[in-house]
């Protein structure tokens, strides 16, 4: 779901920042990622939360109204706990 855009290996970012180690990270943080970040998700004040992580990926442009991820979000809340689990194994 999320890897044409996000990597899940450690330094490695693509579109997006990489994944990796993403639960209780502070949004717009990953140094070599940061002139990515719209000001928007670097001003959020955001701390990724397994609840922040379910609610941004089902609609990324409710939580952060003016970033720049193109996502248009996933309903399914399943299929949200299954990105969520395995996003979380990525140490």
Same mark, same amino acid.
């Given at each position: 779901?999320?890897?044409?855009?996000?990597?899940?290996?450690?330094?490695?970012?693509?579109?997006? *920042?990489?994944?990796?180690?993403?639960? $209780?990270?502070?949004?717009?943080?990953?140094?070599?990622? +940061? %002139?990515?970040?719209? @000001?928007?998700?670097?001003?959020?004040?955001?701390?990724?939360?397994?609840?922040?992580?379910?609610?941004?990926?089902?609609? *990324?442009?409710?939580?952060?109204?003016? $970033?720049?991820?193109?996502?248009?979000?996933?309903?399914? +809340? %399943?299929?949200?706990? @299954?990105?969520?689990?395995?996003?979380?194994?990525?140490?």
């Amino acid at each position: 779901e999320c890897g044409d855009c996000h990597s899940a290996l450690p330094g490695k970012d693509k579109k997006g *920042p990489t994944l990796t180690g993403v639960l $209780g990270r502070k949004a717009g943080t990953v140094p070599s990622f +940061a %002139a990515g970040y719209s @000001d928007a998700l670097k001003a959020s004040g955001l701390t990724w939360t397994v609840d922040r992580l379910d609610a941004y990926i089902a609609a *990324p442009r409710r939580v952060v109204p003016a $970033g720049k991820m193109k996502y248009d979000g996933l309903a399914d +809340a %399943a299929a949200r706990a @299954d990105v969520i689990a395995f996003v979380l194994s990525l140490k």
